[in-house]
């Protein structure tokens, strides 16, 4: 069997879709699974049934959103309890950038509206952020990366937010820490170094918080 003959087929509107299309390849190295209560019930909302399971990848590859690069060579694991979906993870690569941790729920398999949150730390090189944005809807992003260019490696929290049922947008977030961090600006042709500070990236929108620089 494969993983998407595993999933339940009583799941909501969009959500077995989305997990058919995002789990793209790998190996499973482990599944155990508990289930009892008639089938057609599931998920049961008196909790008089019980559905839990664990399913354990070898180097998935994960399209978390079709627009997004992919979530490559991943050990992820699945833990399906009740009516939720929960995902964890250590290691991955999202082009050049490393995921050092990943931690995604999807809080209700039947209800597509409240869709998937997945929050991860990242790191990477600083020539790398800029190719993940250059593959992502996030094309002003691309372009502010291109004017302000950082020179030192990069640490940071990525967050999304994906709704299964298009009813509303998928909501992306990422903080990083500048303290020490070196920036070249082509348009002045200068660099500078962080004293301390925070950049945020919210969806479309580049800023920064408590921003000192050195010149």
């Keep these: 069997a494969t993983a998407r003959d595993l999933l339940p087929l009583a799941m909501g509107e969009g959500v077995r ?11 499973i190295r ?11 019930h599931f998920p049961d909302d008196d909790m008089a049934g019980v559905f839990n399971a664990r399913v354990d990848f070898a180097g998935l590859d994960y399209q978390f959103q079709a627009d997004w690069p992919m ?4 050990p992820l694991r699945l833990d399906f309890y009740q ?16 995921v050092d941790a990943v931690r995604a729920k999807i809080p209700d398999l039947t209800d597509g509206g409240r869709g998937l949150q997945l929050q991860s730390s990242v790191s990477a090189p600083a020539g790398s ?3 993940v944005f250059d593959a992502s809807p996030l094309q002003s992003v691309a372009e502010t990366l291109t004017q302000v260019q950082p020179r030192s490696a990069v640490t940071g929290s990525f967050n999304l937010d994906i709704p ?4 509303r947008d998928v909501d992306v977030s990422v903080r990083t820490d500048l303290a020490g961090q070196e920036f070249y600006v082509s348009a002045i042709d200068q660099s500078f170094t ?22």
């Design 17 to 27: 879709d989305y997990l058919n299309e995002s789990l793209v390849a790998g190996d």
């Design 129 to 131: 952020l800029k190719p």
């Design 83 to 98: 009516h939720g979906l929960f995902m964890f993870s250590d290691a991955g690569q999202l082009i050049d950038v490393t």
């Design 194 to 215: 962080v004293k301390s500070g925070t950049l945020m990236i919210d969806n479309a929108q580049v800023s920064t918080r408590d921003l000192i620089m050195n010149w």
């Design 30 to 40: 482990g599944l155990e699974v508990l289930w009892r209560g008639p089938l057609q």
């Design 164 to 167: 299964f049922d298009g009813s």
């Design 71 to 74: 979530l490559q060579d991943t």
